[in-house]
């Protein structure tokens, strides 16, 4: 017996001792009747306080005269004979009567099986709101899709900054709900659909609601995990009622957030023949999408960080005629961004959005949103009377290394293991070309694990990165563990993160980007390529397709990429070891030290040959 079924037995048994309760109750207070003794009742008899009898089948009733009180007396068959005349003894009027009890019992049934049931729909009704049915079981295949007009979404393309060339790209699309006649006229037809793509965090959600804004047309907004329900059929159903809504108020547009839980590729796997919830849901978006008309003015727009996993029949031409690409914006993108998040707040004057963007290079518009709120969390809570770039450089600090650990203290010896570790990651930085500039070093601890942290700033940015950059980056992420081993002796754990980035950069030379004299141009990684070059597991992960030998040619060829890398930071902290005990020093007495103050001490920093 599984748990549900517990759970409606539980329920039932509930029910029927709640029902007998309930007639028990009912009918005691329905008759309003006293059962007395028979003595007690002919005592009333005598001192005529008794107006009139009932004679029943099973009961004498009698009611009092001054309280309307009505006396029940059990009838036995002692009394029964002589009853008529006894009771003309003392002038009281008396009739026999046939006691009928059936409304008192069809009431006494009815009424608390009504009140159960309609306790058991409530809570139904309930359960139905929390899985999106719309509130009950008649509207299980109802579409929950948000409705707003344009003065409900507030957004326009004023607000939306960073990501030119997908605004141009959106932009037509309003013009052809705003003029389809001018657009058609040469014969052209409106787009269907439009899929957005991108990481997350890049604004794909709020592009679309700036092109309802526009447009000045009603948008439908929809999860697509809101399709999908444990009853079979449901989310077709819902897929059917979300275009008759859009087409009753054509011209429209249909938003569909996180399109991957809907879409998913129908050959990925699944129950045995495809006949899955999931899969039924998926194949009506697709008949819907190609049911109507686009000189309606209907629009569909659609948003997913995973376009990989996506099924194929949805991206074909007649569907998602456009793909727009939403990446994460470069230094101009995120200064636009900056200014549009910076109006909401207080800046000093010194503030200035082209610094900070240099510092946040990666970062994505949600992420630019927080860092603007974060620096102001932080000058509030100094009670300042503006946002300086003070504040903006520890907020970035607490967004990339982790908010700093007060509680966390270091014995001497650790504190000084953890200086010379970050120096190591300073000085071998700023000895070799082609590496980003070290913007701060610091030795408090911050986030889960990190004792101290070695920010980098990158200068520009960076599209293709060369061999020697790559391996520029593994001697750098090594020098920490270089400086412990060059002026202690011995190894720590505080480099594992380090060598495991290490490891993974030196992999991906030999194994994606062919980047092995040994190997060759021959990529042997087996995984799936992501969105932007990020890497997924496969799902059912298969035999490599090369032998023994090359996997053991592999790892010679990472291991001597690591230890090739590994001694070249070396080298550098040995050329350079008065400057790494002063640095690390000055670093154990002042806990961080900023760009500025590096480079001073770094004058007569000898670099790598």
């Avoid at 903006?392 to 953890?418: M, P, W």
């Avoid at 000085?427 to 070309?433: G, K, R």
Wanted: proline share 4%; aromatic share 6%.
């Amino acid at each position: 017996m599984n748990k549900q079924t517990q759970i409606n037995l539980g329920y039932v048994v509930m029910a029927l001792i709640g029902v007998f309760l309930f007639q028990q109750w009912l009918i005691s207070s329905m008759t309003e009747t006293r059962t007395v003794p028979f003595s007690e009742f002919e005592h009333n008899l005598k001192e005529g306080n008794i107006s009139d009898v009932v004679i029943g089948d099973q009961y004498l009733t009698g009611k009092l005269k001054e309280s309307g009180e009505r006396l029940k007396v059990v009838v036995t068959a002692k009394v029964e004979p002589d009853l008529a005349h006894y009771l003309d003894q003392y002038g009281v009027r008396y009739g026999r009567v046939v006691e009928s009890h059936f409304l008192e019992n069809l009431i006494s049934w009815i009424a608390p099986t009504l009140i159960f049931f309609g306790i058991w729909l409530f809570f139904v009704r309930r359960m139905a709101e929390k899985q999106g049915m719309g509130g009950g079981l008649v509207s299980i295949g109802k579409s929950s899709a948000k409705v707003y007009v344009e003065k409900d979404t507030g957004v326009s393309f004023e607000d939306v900054a960073g990501v030119d060339e997908a605004k141009q790209e959106l932009m037509e699309v309003v013009e052809f709900l705003k003029e389809p006649g001018r657009w058609g006229r040469l014969g052209a037809r409106i787009p269907k659909g439009v899929l957005l793509v991108g990481p997350p965090g890049t604004g794909k959600t709020l592009l679309a609601k700036a092109v309802a804004g526009e447009a000045k047309v009603p948008f439908f907004s929809i999860s697509g995990s809101e399709f999908v329900e444990m009853f079979v059929g449901v989310g077709a159903a819902r897929v059917r009622d979300l275009f008759e809504k859009a087409r009753k108020h054509a011209p429209a547009i249909i938003f569909i957030d996180e399109l991957d839980a809907l879409g998913r590729s129908r050959a990925s796997g699944g129950p045995v023949g495809g006949h899955d919830e999931r899969e039924q849901t998926l194949n009506q978006l697709l008949v819907e999408m190609d049911g109507f008309d686009p000189s309606s003015g209907l629009i569909i727009l659609a948003a997913t960080n995973r376009p990989e996993i996506l099924d194929p029949a949805l991206l074909r031409a007649g569907r998602f005629d456009r793909q727009v690409l939403v990446d994460k914006p470069d230094k101009p993108g995120r200064e636009a961004i900056l200014a549009v998040h910076m109006k909401r707040v207080t800046l000093a004057p010194e503030v200035d959005a082209g610094k900070i963007a240099a510092l946040t290079t990666g970062f994505s518009g949600a992420d630019l949103e927080n860092l603007v709120n974060e620096a102001a969390l932080l000058a509030t809570r100094e009670n300042a009377d503006a946002v300086t770039l003070a504040h903006f450089t520890r907020a970035i600090e607490r967004i990339v290394a982790g908010l700093e650990k007060k509680s966390r203290i270091l014995s001497d010896a650790e504190r000084t293991v953890v200086a010379y570790h970050e120096m190591g990651h300073a000085l071998v930085a700023m000895a070799l070309p082609d590496t980003d500039p070290v913007h701060k070093v610091s030795i408090v601890p911050r986030g889960i694990g990190a004792l101290g942290y070695t920010i980098q700033r990158p200068s520009e940015e960076h599209y293709l990165i060369k061999r020697e950059e790559l391996e520029h980056r593994i001697s750098v992420l090594l020098g920490g563990r270089a400086a412990e081993k060059l002026v202690f002796g011995h190894l720590s754990t505080g480099a594992s993160d380090d060598l495991a980035k290490a490891t993974e950069i030196a992999r991906d030379m030999v194994m994606r980007y062919g980047m092995s004299d040994e190997l060759g141009f021959v990529v042997y990684d087996e995984r799936q390529s992501g969105f932007l070059g990020k890497q997924a597991e496969p799902i059912f992960p298969s035999a490599p397709r090369f032998s023994e030998a090359t996997a053991q040619a592999i790892d010679a060829e990472v291991k001597g990429i690591v230890h090739r890398q590994f001694g070249q930071a070396l080298a550098i902290l040995e050329r350079n070891r008065k400057l790494l005990e002063r640095c690390a020093k000055e670093l154990l007495e002042q806990e961080t030290l900023d760009e500025p103050r590096i480079l001073e001490l770094s004058k007569e920093l000898r670099p790598a040959d």
